[in-house]
């Protein structure tokens, strides 16, 4: 690639230069929130939503300075770019502490925490869920498929599932799958995506344990993202849906098992051979 001209150099920064001053004063609003949640933890549930809302529109302000970057220079902007993984982070961070980050548990484990944030309604819900969605992808996609961070962003999208199960009130959810009750579409669109996004997280997992990693942690992981999904299944009475889960998590569990069993006897194996040729 030929030398960036200093024309183009300041062409670049004079477009983002608004953009910069919008950065610095999200980051201004992001302080004094969370200096009021520190003192005050009433209302800490809303004010961790916003928190989180407020890293995702840093997100979109990193991604369009990187996008400018590529424009108008030829080349991505690595910083804007970690600065926008990083925003992500934190906002799946403070939702999940507004939320908890539990996976496969019980709804009873984490419904004081949706209590806490009642007044939120579905509508707002899905619409921070998609918002989050978007933010992440277009990290992924900005970043590239050969990315160093290709493997960790499989644990962002996983949490992102968790986040996105655990934002749904399931005490009242299946009352609300009557069509004739108000918001009944936005509420099926959440449940469909949190659906497919646990499904995603599982097979992301596996994933990452066959092509990278091997750690049967992250097979467990895999197969507890199974289980979340099986147990949605189960809250909402699609027992055909769980019936198919539960055979497929029998599958990975087994497969897991065989690989463990196959380790160890290559480990002794190993061992044997070394004391062999003392």
């Known amino acids: 690639m030929g030398k960036i001209s200093e024309e183009a ?3 670049y920064f004079d477009r983002i230069k608004e953009y910069k001053g919008a950065v610095e004063q999200i980051l201004h609003r992001e302080m004094t929130v969370v200096q009021a949640v520190h003192a005050d933890e009433k209302g800490a549930g809303y004010k961790r939503l916003t928190l989180a809302e407020e890293n995702l529109n840093l997100v979109s302000y990193y991604i369009l300075m ?18 926008a993984r990083k925003g992500c982070y934190k ?11 539990m996976v496969d548990v019980p709804f009873a484990d984490y419904e004081d925490h949706l209590a806490l944030i009642e007044g939120y309604d579905d509508a707002s819900r899905y619409r921070l869920i998609r918002k989050l969605g978007y933010s992440i992808q277009a990290v992924v996609e900005d970043f590239g498929e050969n990315s160093k961070w290709k493997w960790s962003f499989i644990e962002l ?5 968790t986040i996105a199960k655990n934002l749904m ?3 009242t959810f299946v009352a609300g799958m009557d069509p004739r009750v108000p918001g009944y579409e936005v509420r099926m669109s959440h449940l469909d995506l949190a659906k497919r996004l646990l ?8 994933q990452k344990y066959e092509l990278s990693t091997l750690r049967l942690d992250d097979f467990k992981i895999a197969i507890g993202y199974l289980s979340a999904l099986r147990r949605l299944h189960m809250v909402l009475s699609e ?10 998590i029998e599958v990975w569990k087994a497969k897991m098992e065989t690989d463990l069993r196959r380790r160890e006897q290559g480990a002794r194996e190993d061992k044997a051979q070394q004391q062999t040729k003392k």
């Open 169 to 171: 009130n399931l005490k």
């Open 199 to 206: 499904q995603q997280a599982a097979d992301g997992y596996r």
């Open 91 to 101: 906002a799946i961070i403070y939702l999940e502490e507004a939320l908890t980050p």
């Open 239 to 248: 027992a055909d849906d769980a019936d198919n889960l539960r055979k497929k």
């Open 9 to 11: 150099k300041k062409r």
């Open 66 to 83: 990187n996008s400018l970057s590529v424009a108008l220079l030829g080349v991505k902007n690595e910083a804007y770019l970690n600065d």
């Open 157 to 161: 999208q996983a949490r992102y599932a």
